[in-house]
């Protein structure tokens, strides 16, 4: 039986370069998705307050499918089964561009939107209702309103739940191995079949993924404390 040396690991050039590769890959899915998630999440939002019925039914159902869909079933849904649909020249161009990581970038990103714009909304519903019509009687348009007045106000109350939901975001990065991502995960899966150091590999990823987190949420917190107007000193 072997004892536990976690210098077979990181003691070698060949996998130490693995991992690199593996986490900058999964900063790369995190932030294109958190990116296009945030994007989306504001369209939405725009939507959901739109005058008439439409904007706001579509958005409910948006969320409904994104948040009672697994995420994996829908990485799955775009790479094995919308990107065969697509046209051949498509396929090309994006096999020459790493489709897997484009996809889980477009999943993720869809997904999480809904999240976001939950939050968002949230947000926007602790801001008083008077807010919105002291900016139209200034002459803003609904759209300045929402851009300068109510968006501000409601981003800032939703802070604490949207650190939330980019950290879980950055974990669902790891659901992209499913479809062969050589993002954090695939790496050290990769490692634990060159060195057959099973538990220093999988000790080793979940140490990462914990440090990753919590800087993402140390990250999270001093913003949130900027925004703060009074926790910053700026009231």
């Known amino acids: 039986m072997s004892s536990f040396d976690l210098s077979e690991i990181l003691g070698n050039p060949e996998y130490v370069s693995m991992l690199l590769l593996g986490i900058k890959m999964t900063f790369i899915v995190a932030i294109g998705s958190w990116v296009l998630a945030m994007t989306l999440a504001l369209l939405l939002l725009g939507l959901r ?46 096999n020459d561009h790493n489709a897997e990581a484009i996809f889980a970038v477009i999943a993720l990103g869809l997904c999480q939107a809904a999240y976001f714009s939950e939050d968002l909304r949230s947000g926007m519903r602790a801001v008083s209702p008077g807010q919105m019509e002291a900016a139209r009687a200034l002459g803003h348009s609904y759209v300045s309103a929402m851009r300068f007045v109510m968006v501000p ?5 939703a802070l604490p739940a949207l650190i939330n939901h980019s950290v879980s975001l950055f974990k669902n990065s790891s659901l992209a191995v499913a479809i062969g991502v050589a993002e954090l995960t695939y790496a050290v899966k990769e ?23 919590l800087m993402i949420m140390a990250l999270g917190a001093y913003t949130a404390r900027r925004a703060d107007p009074v926790r910053s000193g700026r009231a």
């Open 191 to 213: 490692i634990e079949n060159l060195s057959f150091r099973t538990f220093e590999s999988y000790l080793l990823v979940t140490v990462l993924y914990l440090v990753f987190s």
């Open 49 to 94: 307050y739109a005058p008439g019925p439409v904007g706001n039914a579509f958005v409910t159902a948006y969320v409904s499918y994104h948040r009672n869909v697994p995420t994996l079933v829908q990485l799955l849904l775009w790479y094995f089964g919308i990107f065969t649909l697509m046209p051949d020249p498509v396929t090309f161009w994006l």
């Open 153 to 157: 106000q409601g981003s800032r109350n």
